[in-house]
């Protein structure tokens, strides 16, 4: 059990510019969530895979924001068109189907200046 | 819908004091509960949970138990360390909800010696 990895840790972006990010679960893991913490708040809900399905998606991520899960292993998040406001930590967590806990990576710190 | 209220930070404490960081849900049904810690710098690390009412949940000293008549979930320590300075936040995972996380704001506690 490797955990949770995300790349890259940190990233900075000129206002604009596309952003991806990827999102390595726990190998075992069916369930990836996708989640958004700005500076002095818990992390919000963005989206949900089960294997490489989308199942449910937040009303913070909009048009501009895009997540796939290929196959059902990693999972990559894309910004288009990045604002100030995108500037926050993305985690990305992972679960299995009959367990309650989700295990978190360390996040992706994105700077849009 | 599901809502977390934690106590807002930061908190302060002296080493080997008493700590407890104060965390109420709303939620319909009945949601299993967790604390995550988050050290500098890092993601989330889930630090307990509980799944049903009146569950206790414990780790490396730290304790919450499942309060459904309070709809509560404090968290509790009795003798702090420097190395507990981290943000603690607490959160829920509905029955219907995907196994998705709805977070506190979190409670910064910094330790001093």
């Known amino acids: 059990d490797t955990g949770v990895s995300q790349d890259p840790r940190h990233k900075i972006t000129k206002r604009g510019q596309n952003v991806t990010f990827r999102c390595d679960p726990i190998?075992?893991?069916?369930?990836l969530y996708w989640y958004r913490q700005t500076l002095g708040q818990g992390p919000e809900f963005l989206t949900y895979?089960?294997?490489?399905?989308?199942?449910?998606k937040s009303r913070l991520l909009s048009d501009r924001f895009s997540a796939e899960r290929p196959k059902g292993s990693f999972s990559t998040l894309e910004i288009q068109r990045t604002e100030q406001g995108d500037s926050a930590m993305y985690l990305c967590?992972?679960?299995?189907?009959?367990?309650?806990?989700?295990?978190f990576g360390q996040g992706t710190r994105l700077t849009v200046v | 819908g599901n809502s977390v209220t934690q106590m807002e930070g930061p908190v302060t404490l002296s080493e080997e004091a008493f700590l407890t960081i104060n965390c109420t849900y709303t939620?319909?049904?009945?949601?299993?509960l967790f604390w995550y810690v988050q050290y500098p710098g890092e993601g989330l690390q889930l630090l307990l949970k509980?799944?049903?009412?009146?569950d206790k949940g414990s780790n490396k000293g730290f304790e919450a138990t499942y309060r459904k008549e309070t709809t509560s979930f404090h968290l509790e320590k009795g003798s702090v360390q420097v190395s507990d300075s981290a943000v603690y936040f607490c959160?829920?995972?509905?029955?219907?909800?995907?196994?998705?996380?709805?977070f506190g704001a979190g409670t910064q506690v910094v330790v001093t010696p």
């Open positions: 967590a992972s679960s299995t189907t009959d367990r309650t806990e989700a295990f």
């Open positions: 190998s075992e893991h069916n369930r």
């Open positions: 895979f089960q294997n490489e399905a989308q199942l449910e």
């Open positions: 939620a319909t049904g009945y949601p299993s």
């Open positions: 509980a799944t049903k009412a009146d």
């Open positions: 959160a829920l995972r509905g029955t219907d909800s995907w196994g998705k996380l709805q």
